[in-house]
């Protein structure tokens, strides 16, 4: 079973900055894309960015792209976010997850709802 944890979120001020962490166990980690979540109270959970199994990543979201950066360490089988100058609009729990294979698009084609194992997330406010 595949274990997800997320760490490293937290309170910041807006234009401050958040680097989250996501430790995988349970599947063999390099050879699956990666991808961050993000969940606000009022909307389904949506794709932020992923890396496929080689390093390449995408951001999916136009309201963070040139600000969050997504990145892999295979050798520590950990997906980071860095988020840069952050919004209030950004606040929301940031889940990570993997895909079904090692492509970073094909992440995007995925239903929310075929995820079948998530992590407890971790909550980044942002206050203005």
């Known amino acids: 079973q595949v274990q997800l944890v997320e760490s490293g979120g937290g309170l910041v001020q807006a234009g401050g900055s958040l680097r989250l962490s996501c430790a995988v166990s349970g599947r063999t980690f390099s050879v699956y894309a990666m991808g961050w979540f993000r969940q606000l109270s009022t909307k389904e959970r949506e794709l932020v960015a992923a890396i496929s199994a080689g390093g390449v990543a995408s951001v999916n979201l136009d309201s963070v792209k040139g600000r969050f950066t997504i990145s892999r360490d295979n050798a520590k089988n950990t997906v980071y976010l860095q988020m840069n100058n952050l919004e209030p609009e950004d606040s929301a729990v940031y889940y990570c997850?993997?895909?079904?294979?090692?492509?970073?698009?094909?992440?995007?084609?995925?239903?929310?709802?075929?995820?079948?194992?998530w992590g407890q997330g971790t909550q980044v406010t942002v206050s203005s």
């Open positions: 997850n993997s895909g079904q294979g090692p492509s970073a698009v094909a992440m995007q084609r995925i239903n929310i709802n075929e995820y079948a194992y």
